[in-house]
């Protein structure tokens, strides 16, 4: 069994679709081990994005994911890191796969709707930055 670490990003969560991201998430066998709501700080978005720092979106997306509420997700599953990106679809929702929530739900390169990790370092350094190991069921 694998961990990845998702978000519900606040494009989302705005028009109240949380619910079928959700289910889509559950139907695609995943176990939600860790889930909150909450809203980021600035701050909080820049030292959750720093790999971003140098790249010229890096402060629209920070503004954008510090806007409204978030919904911060461990998922556990075989190969999860892959899956969850797989089922995420395309960063972009316009090349995103029949089938993904990006495809079905995003709106645009910015707001795509959902976050993950694309690697076993990044969610270890991304799960932690939500949830403490007690948090995690
Ligand atoms: N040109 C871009 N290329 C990649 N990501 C972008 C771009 N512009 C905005 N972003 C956002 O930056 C985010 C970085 O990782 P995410 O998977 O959360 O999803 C990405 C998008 O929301």
């Known amino acids: ?11 989302a ?5 949380t619910g079928q991201v959700l289910s889509m998430i559950e139907e695609a066998g995943f176990k939600i081990v860790g ?4 809203q980021l700080t600035r701050k909080q978005a ?7 720092a140098e790249r010229p979106f890096f402060g629209d997306l920070c ?15 075989e190969d999860a890191i892959s899956s ?3 089922l ?24 795509n709707t959902v976050h993950g990790s694309d690697a076993p370092e990044t969610a270890a350094y991304e799960i932690p930055y939500f949830f403490s190991a007690l948090e995690l069921v």
């Open 1 to 11: 069994m694998e961990r990845t670490f998702a978000i519900i990003k606040p494009d």
């Open 13 to 17: 969560v705005e028009r109240n679709v």
């Open 35 to 38: 889930m909150k709501k909450i």
């Open 46 to 52: 820049e030292g959750f994005y720093y790999v971003h």
């Open 63 to 77: 503004t954008f994911m510090s806007r409204g509420p978030v919904i911060a997700l461990v998922l556990e599953k």
């Open 84 to 86: 969850w990106r797989n």
């Open 88 to 111: 995420m679809g395309a960063t972009n929702p316009a090349n995103a796969a029949e089938g993904t929530i990006r495809k079905k739900l995003g709106v645009s390169i910015e707001e």
